[in-house]
């Protein structure tokens, strides 16, 4: 089956520098990347999605890249703020007999004034 | 729109014990999901349905069962609750393209099995 393996665990960046977290996955016929948020005691919420049909996708701030050949991608946030803390999880899923999306291990990104 | 809800937030369970979180959805989503994340940890499916009447198991199936009588609610039952099964538990709904749709999760129901 899929497996997401999620780096780093802990990151740490200084306010106003930029944030790179990165997945692997294992199933090349995997093809939708979703990346959620979630803020402590909070629920996850989408922040941006890639499909396997494309190479990079921006929304503001965030970006995210995906290289279907090496089977990894890669969550890219600039210009942190203080409310970008939060633990970030990667997942991967692909549409078939059995519609399941597996989710990384997450990664708590710390923003130091 | 509610969005998705559980219910309780917060219990507390003897080994043994048998309960069920409840889901609902109000945004007519055919698939729905368990979830459960213990502390610093990223999220496991339990159980998820792609429609009324159909469900399927996860990652982390046994010591749970699920139905799903009706669109709108997947209900999580647990049978002799046992301490591993102290996590908190996210249920989720998708849209029409299921998996490859954003998810939305409800609010989480943090369970303590002591």
């Known amino acids: ?113 | 729109n509610a969005g998705v809800t559980q219910t309780p937030k917060f219990r507390i369970l003897k080994i043994g014990q048998s309960m069920t979180l409840q889901c609902a959805q109000d945004m007519n989503h055919n698939y729905m999901y368990w979830y459960r994340q213990d502390p610093g940890m990223g999220l496991k499916l339990i159980y998820y349905s792609v429609g009324a009447g159909i469900t399927d198991k996860g990652e982390v199936p046994n010591g749970y069962n699920v139905s799903r009588s009706t669109t709108e609610d997947f209900p999580l039952r647990l049978e002799l609750a046992a301490p591993s099964q102290t996590s908190v538990y996210f249920c989720a709904s998708s849209g029409t393209s299921g998996i490859l749709d954003e998810q939305y999760f409800g609010p989480g129901t943090r369970l303590t099995v002591t």
């Open chain 1, 1 to 113: 089956g899929e497996n997401v393996e999620q780096h780093p665990s802990t990151l740490s960046v200084q306010e106003g520098d930029s944030a790179v977290i990165k997945c692997t996955y294992s199933d090349s016929a995997s093809n939708y990347f979703p990346w959620y948020k979630q803020e402590l005691g909070k629920r996850p919420q989408l922040i941006i999605d890639i499909r396997s049909n494309v190479g990079e996708k921006k929304d503001q701030r965030i970006a995210v890249t995906l290289n279907k050949t090496a089977k990894h991608f890669s969550l890219h946030i600039t210009e942190t703020q203080p409310e970008d803390s939060a633990v970030y999880f990667c997942a991967a899923s692909r549409k078939n007999r059995d519609d399941k999306i597996i989710f990384g291990k997450g990664t708590r990104l710390h923003i130091l004034p």
